[in-house]
């Protein structure tokens, strides 16, 4: 059933269609037109009058007798309201003069006596001219105040529309979005399209005394299409669908989020059944009395009135409420429990075949070659969300825009995904001969150590061409997506990102600054397998999450879970484990020392090169003909370490990316 929108809230007639506006409304006529409208009009007032005299003599009263005297006038014209005279002399000059206010009888003989033509005016009536003076004034005050008056009006209307709800309501005439347009995620869409059936067929719920959850949280990573699933629900629903932000009920004043929300739930009901879609709901629903303003700040009140209106006294039936964060662990329990948002859904980021339908639908409207394998891309993107995956169409584009190509080739995907995953190359700085020698045998060792050990991922990529912040990357694709890492992939992880540092020890004798970003990633997955995946026989079965800061409130008091004694074992345990894995590292490229300098040597020559002729120069070295491990196809997939991305699951952060010098 189609219902109308709301009406409008009052203080937005600029952003009605058709209404007349008027000057100094702020959408009519501008202002300095009407002003300088007004300046005219005053000025052929107080001109005019200079205007209108001609240019004649000025006489006194004593000099025009002489004149008359003489017989020089011709005839004069007496005003008798100001016995101003006007007059012509005999050869066509013009003067003025002021005689008295009454012209006496002896000067009135003198004109007869010397056929002076003198006639008596009195004052003609400008209407036009009194108009102006008179009305003008009376006008422009009259303008000023109905212009205070509107402005005050407005600034009244604004103040007592704040507490409005400042939803966008998106109507079934709007174009609609469908699940047809939300590519992949099928466990996701089938777990929300009871919602769906609910808002189209309520009645089958209600004959069995089924209820529907009230509310439904959306819980991802960002990037995921959180907000596109919601519009999604409310386009197959065909019901109304409003939209908002946890931060537009925020507002200086107190009291004004409580006001919105109440407003909101108000003009939900008048429509429903209707979706209310809470985008960032973590901004207004942490956890209550974790701050320092104790319980009566603006946001915590936002909050309860929020509670209260989801499942206090009144009831909200035909009202489903949506919501999405990437913070469930700080919202408040009561905003989770069962009759407020009672179901919780996962959005995860996109797996392998998630991530194929996800691409289609972002290369629909580019130009793409025939060498171009979505698949390929797809598996060698894992932990890219959605929006990640759209940036990488986007950039494969801008990449073969740049060169001049009418379609998008595997190449340009290529750079794409190095300039997403590493930034632009750093064509401008130029390294000298020791320091490319250097980066050789530091990529070289990631190399090597890569495609000898067991349970490493293939090599893919190499080069020592400057890249973002990094001035040589290796880069490895595993094989197949990865949910669970054992130990051993774990171990031979930690020797890989050490490989760089021990081959320049080996071959230099001593180490340089471009192992940080490897250290500082081994050291981080080493105090993992610590601190919170039990794989030190010394620590034992035990687990400590990170420490990170949510709450100012609550870590003032907060202490650690283990004691400084646990501190040591843990940080003993670390570096036994680094030391461990720097051994096997040393001892592995001293066995492939041949293989490490052919590598070097191709990678001093040309570059970049590839996993497959990694693997042929370190079997051409150790005399095989064979390979020990396949190199995958094109497009690597591996994040560069310490670039910030988190998949869904933690273990996702231990995936090794382009070792980066």
């Known amino acids: 059933m189609n219902r109308p929108a709301p009406p409008a809230p009052r203080g937005t007639r600029k952003d009605r269609p058709g209404t007349p506006s008027l000057p100094g409304s702020g959408s009519g006529w501008p202002r300095p037109i009407v002003w300088g409208l007004v300046t005219v009009a005053v000025l052929v007032v107080l001109l005019s009058p200079l205007l209108s005299k001609s240019s004649s003599q000025d006489l006194n009263y004593s000099e025009f007798r002489n004149k008359v005297t003489n017989g020089e006038v011709k005839k004069i014209d007496v005003a008798n309201d100001s016995s101003r005279i006007s007059g012509e002399t005999k050869d066509g000059k013009k003067f003025t003069t002021t005689g008295p206010t009454q012209i006496p009888d002896d000067d009135l003989a003198l004109f007869r006596e010397k056929g002076v033509d003198v006639k008596f005016r009195s004052p003609s009536s400008n209407l036009l001219g009194s108009i102006i003076v008179w009305v003008l004034p009376i006008a422009i005050l009259i303008a000023f105040w109905w212009w205070m008056g509107r402005r005050a009006q407005g600034q009244m209307a604004g103040i007592m529309s704040i507490g409005r709800s400042k939803a966008k309501v998106y109507n079934t005439e709007k174009p609609k979005t469908t699940f047809n347009d939300v590519a992949g995620y099928a466990g996701v869409k089938q777990e929300i399209k009871e919602v769906v059936d609910f808002l189209k067929s309520p009645g089958k719920f209600t004959e069995i005394g089924a209820r529907i959850p009230k509310g439904v949280l959306l819980v991802g990573p960002p990037g995921t299409g959180k907000t596109l699933i919601a519009r999604a629900v409310a386009g197959e629903a065909g019901v109304p669908f409003m939209s908002i932000t946890g931060s537009d009920f925020m507002e200086m004043f107190v009291g004004v989020g409580a006001a919105r929300v109440r407003d909101l739930f108000q003009t939900a009901r008048k429509q429903a059944p209707c979706i209310i879609f809470v985008d960032e709901i973590d901004s207004i629903g942490r956890k209550r009395g974790a701050g320092l303003g104790g319980g009566h700040d603006e946001r915590e009140q936002t909050l309860n009135q929020m509670l209260s209106e989801m499942d206090g006294f009144e009831t909200t039936e035909g009202i489903v409420m949506m919501a999405a964060t990437n913070r469930p662990d700080i919202l408040d329990p009561a905003l989770l429990r069962p009759g407020r948002f009672d179901r919780q859904i996962v959005v995860p980021l996109p797996d ?61 995907f290529e750079s794409a995904r190095d300039r997403v995953l590493m930034g632009q190359r750093r064509e401008s700085m130029v390294l000298s001969e020791e320091e490319k020698v250097m980066v050789a045998y530091h990529e070289g060792g990631h190399a090597v150590l890569a495609y000898v050990l067991e349970h490493a991922d293939p090599v893919h990529k190499v080069t020592i061409l400057p890249t973002g912040m990094a001035l040589g990357v290796t880069q490895q694709l595993p094989l197949e997506e990865r949910h669970i890492y054992p130990r051993p992939y774990i171990e031979d992880s930690l020797v890989v990102r050490l490989g760089g540092r021990i081959a320049e020890e080996l071959v230099f004798g001593n180490i340089s600054t471009g192992a940080n970003n490897d250290l500082v990633g081994c050291t981080e997955l080493a105090r993992k397998m610590v601190r919170e995946w039990g794989m030190s026989d010394r620590v034992g079965p035990m687990a400590w999450g990170s420490q990170g800061m949510v709450f100012l409130g609550d870590d003032l008091m907060h202490s650690r879970d283990y004691s400084d004694e646990t501190a040591r074992v843990i940080d003993e345990e670390v570096e036994r484990i680094l030391r461990e894995q720097e051994d096997r590292a040393r001892a592995t490229l001293r066995e492939h020392r041949g293989g490490l300098d052919l590598v070097a040597r191709n990678l001093l020559e040309k570059e970049t090169i590839d996993g497959a002729e990694v693997g042929a120069l370190v079997d051409q070295a150790a005399g095989r003909v064979v390979r020990r491990k396949a190199a995958p196809r094109p497009i690597a997939s591996a994040e560069p370490a310490g670039n910030g991305r988190a998949a869904a699951d933690e273990t996702q952060e231990i995936v090794p990316g382009p070792r980066a010098r």
Do not use: W, Y
């Open 352 to 412: 392998l075949e998630d991530r194929l339908p996800i691409l289609q639908v972002h290369c629909k409207d580019k130009k793409l070659a025939p060498d171009v394998d979505l698949s390929t891309i797809a598996r060698g993107t894992p932990g890219m969300s959605g929006a990640d995956l759209a940036n990488l169409v986007n950039e494969a584009a801008l990449f073969a825009v740049r060169r001049g190509a009418q379609e998008i080739h595997m190449e340009d």
